[in-house]
């Protein structure tokens, strides 16, 4: 794709949104009730992942015996996730920097020394990509993390943005990501202070503020969606009793 397709001049983009607009997403919680202690689905445009937590429960490694929970994080794409085949030894090495980028904020927003000597496994499932791969896996693990009643200080949301000829692109997708530098963010909560930033290219200078104001934004709308499911699956479950 030329590179004038990204962003016409009426302002629309490849898939007609505008510069500040994020693709539909939806979530659920609760998806795997009697396989996992939580589970979370995210589509997030067309990319698709599923979540599933177990623990907080006693580790495999006896021997473990820190004071809070250990947390691992496991991605792992479906071969059938993507039209194009990515080489095996580079689609590895991002799955091992998605995996160590996601437990990293976790923890952040764990309350780990609540349950001391336990390790808590997260995995995650990718069933379709089409750009924002990373901030949806941070979104899922985040809502199957609530479903398994995990303590969290606050929500923990992501979001991509890019830019194009000086114009800020919130949420790209497969397409926009191919040609234009864009950057990733995690927050907890609705604070203005970013947890997690990873470049993916790179970005000017001077479009970093607007792009970071822009993925914030973004990461902070994404909360109160899912923040919506989750009250009310906890509305439906009340219901039910």
Not at 207 to 236: F, Y
């Amino acid at each position: 794709m030329s590179r004038h397709e990204i962003y016409s001049p009426e302002g629309l983009r490849t898939d007609g949104r505008r510069w500040n607009e994020i693709r539909n997403f939806d979530c659920k919680i609760n998806t795997h009730p009697t396989s996992a202690d939580g589970s979370s689905y995210v589509e997030w445009g067309h990319t698709k992942v599923v979540c599933t937590v177990d623990g907080p429960r006693e580790p495999d490694n006896r021997q473990n015996t820190t004071d809070r929970a250990v947390i691992s994080v496991n991605v792992n794409v479906a071969s059938f996730s993507t039209e194009t085949r990515i080489k095996r030894q580079r689609n590895d090495k991002r799955l091992a920097e998605m995996n160590i980028l996601i437990r990293q904020l976790l923890e952040e927003a764990v309350l780990t020394k609540l349950n001391p000597r336990t390790q808590i496994a997260v995995n995650i499932t990718v069933i379709a990509q089409d750009g924002g791969l990373l901030p949806a896996c941070i979104n899922a693990a985040c809502l199957a993390m609530i479903d398994a009643g995990v303590p969290l200080t606050d929500y923990v949301s992501a979001c991509s943005s890019g830019v194009y000829s000086n114009n800020a692109l919130i949420d790209l997708n497969t397409l926009e990501e191919q040609d234009v530098p864009f950057l990733t963010i995690g927050v907890i909560g609705k604070s203005d202070k970013i947890s997690m930033l990873t470049l993916e290219t790179q970005l000017p200078m001077a479009s970093l503020e607007p792009v970071l104001a822009t993925s914030l934004s973004g990461a902070h709308a994404i909360q109160d969606i899912m923040d919506a499911a989750v009250r009310k699956h906890g509305k439906h479950r009340l219901e039910r009793k």
